[in-house]
């Protein structure tokens, strides 16, 4: 892309175009998919996204500047409108067959998506050595299109300003730590290699954040992994506050340690969502699947999107540069874990006041129905005496008449 001429800037805007389409496609896909189905958004999504890839590869053979840049963003823009088609039917799908187990089942799914994430560089890479700039693109684009109509076959017809910030973060880091930690004088294998990090740990405690999730409860993981992400943005800058030089040691703890904020963080933000809309009696049915795997979606596209942006605004002013906005970012999602704690814990007493007021509301009514039916036992009682007495009386001047 260098190659063609474009500026820093133009080349971010091939990139932020994708996640951009997603964050507005994701809730309008949401809206879309009782309708249309999700065999076929699946279907739609893969091919879209796929049919496009294989496009992208070709555009090396334009050789005019402004038309390989607005070809590129098209096409990256339907890239994303494709994606956006096929994970918000997939999430539903999901949530829809697994609801018992759905922060399980993500784990799963996110576990393989931790594979692709740590082994597509390296395949890309060995590819574009064989085959130049289009091959990776074509064979990667082919085996979308083509899985397409398999993935639709075997398919049955049928909170997220946290997972935003989560997001934001992780993109601000894909962009900036690797020039960050050129001070420790890293080859590039080495600098790839500590990007697995976060990503093979993410990929070995999916399926256990998932299963253990599901047993104890989603809410308590997802402040968990806020407050986990906050200290681990702490350490790897390291924040200047602490004035410790930055080592190896502490960028492999920091990025273990972000592998697990962020696991504990996106494995159950979707499951969680699922629950709020059953809670609040909005549905637990395929339409509230779709809208809820939309907004999902939207947040992290959106998080993609304003990462870059505040990360490399906050950097470039002169005081503060990338330990200070890391420092920055870490206190922002901890003081969002407290909001959510304290409105966890309004909400809970919201609702013992609620129980209360009903068990006192159910006193009231029992002590009014027992004296109701005390009174209605006395005045029975009373009716009676006068019907006994009346009798008497009768029987007694019939008596004295004869």
């Known amino acids: 892309v260098r190659k063609k001429g474009l500026s820093l800037n133009e080349i971010g805007l091939v990139y932020a175009v994708y996640p951009f389409a997603m964050f507005i496609g994701s809730p309008i896909f949401g809206l879309m998919l009782p309708t249309m189905g999700s065999k076929y958004m699946i279907w739609a999504g893969l091919t879209l996204e796929g049919g496009c890839s294989i496009l992208f590869g070709f555009l090396n053979w334009i050789s005019d500047k402004r038309i390989f840049l607005v070809l590129a963003i098209v096409l990256r823009f339907v890239q994303g409108l494709g994606a956006a088609c096929y994970v918000t039917a997939a999430y539903s799908v999901v949530a829809s067959l697994f609801r018992q187990s759905i922060a399980t089942t993500m784990g799963v799914i996110e576990t393989f998506s931790s594979l692709g994430y740590a082994i597509g560089p390296p395949i890309g890479g060995l590819l574009f050595t064989i085959g130049g700039f289009i091959l990776p693109f074509t064979i990667v684009g082919s085996i979308m299109v083509g899985m397409a109509p398999i993935m639709a076959y075997f398919i049955p017809i049928s909170k997220s300003i946290a997972v935003c910030l989560g997001t934001m973060t992780l993109t601000f880091l894909e962009i900036n730590y690797a020039i960050h930690i050129k001070k420790l004088n890293l080859t590039y294998l080495q600098i790839g290699m500590v990007f697995l990090i976060p990503a093979g740990t993410y990929a070995l405690i999916a399926v256990i954040t998932g299963m253990a999730a599901d047993r104890y409860g989603y809410r308590q993981f997802l402040i968990a992994g806020l407050v ?25 703890i920091g990025l273990v340690i972000y592998g697990i904020g962020t696991n504990f963080l996106f494995m159950p933000s979707f499951a969680e969502l699922l629950n709020v809309a059953a809670n609040k009696k909005i549905g637990d049915n395929l339409a509230t699947y779709s809208v809820a795997s939309g907004l999902f979606k939207a947040a992290q596209s959106f998080g993609l999107i304003i990462g870059p942006i505040i990360g490399e605004a906050l950097i470039a002013l002169p005081k503060l540069g990338f330990p200070w906005t890391s420092s920055i970012l870490g206190c922002v999602l901890f003081i969002h874990a407290l909001l959510i704690s304290c409105f966890i814990l309004s909400e809970k007493y919201a609702n013992r006041r609620q129980s209360k007021f009903y068990e006192n509301d159910n006193e009231i009514k029992q002590a009014l129905l027992q ?29 004295m008449k004869e």
């Open 228 to 252: 986990i992400m906050a200290i681990s943005l702490q350490l790897l800058a390291p924040a200047p506050y602490w004035k410790i030089p930055l080592n190896m040691w502490l960028l492999v």
């Open 371 to 399: 004296k109701k039916s005390t009174k209605e036992s006395t005045e029975y009682v009373k009716d009676s005496v006068k019907d006994i007495i009346a009798e008497q009386v009768k029987e007694i001047t019939a008596a």
